[in-house]
């Protein structure tokens, strides 16, 4: 193994500060024998590994969206189908009067 490899920044750094000639020595990276080298991703992986959060995110906010949009809309309809009910039932409320104060000018006993 070379000397120079095993050597780690702090000592480089202490032997630069008492020899100036050793500072103008290039440096070689230490090397890592016993870890396993990288293989290369594929670009679909390297995709889905970096888009997959960004991507889950606008999903999951164009859920939440949809959602809500969904629940307004049918809050105003329930309220809208209400309000008609509520008009027709008092327009029938007021022509059963009609109908009752009719029949009992024409002498026709209604109960109430």
């Known amino acids: 193994m070379n000397k120079f490899r095993t050597i780690s920044i702090f000592r480089t750094t202490q032997l ?6 050793f500072a103008t020595r290039t440096i070689q990276p230490q090397q890592r024998w016993n870890s396993s080298s990288e293989k290369p991703t594929s670009p679909h992986i390297g995709f ?7 991507i889950a995110k606008v999903m999951l906010m164009a859920v939440f969206t949809y959602q809500l949009a969904y629940w307004a809309w049918v809050k105003l ?14 327009a029938l ?15 026709i006993k209604v109960k109430p």
């Open 48 to 54: 889905y590994k970096t888009f997959t959060r960004p």
């Open 77 to 90: 309809e329930k309220d809208e189908i209400k309000a008609q009910k509520t008009a027709e039932i008092k």
């Open 93 to 107: 409320e007021e022509e059963l009067q009609k109908l009752i104060a009719l029949a009992e000018e024409a002498g």
């Open 16 to 21: 630069a500060s008492r020899n100036p000639g």
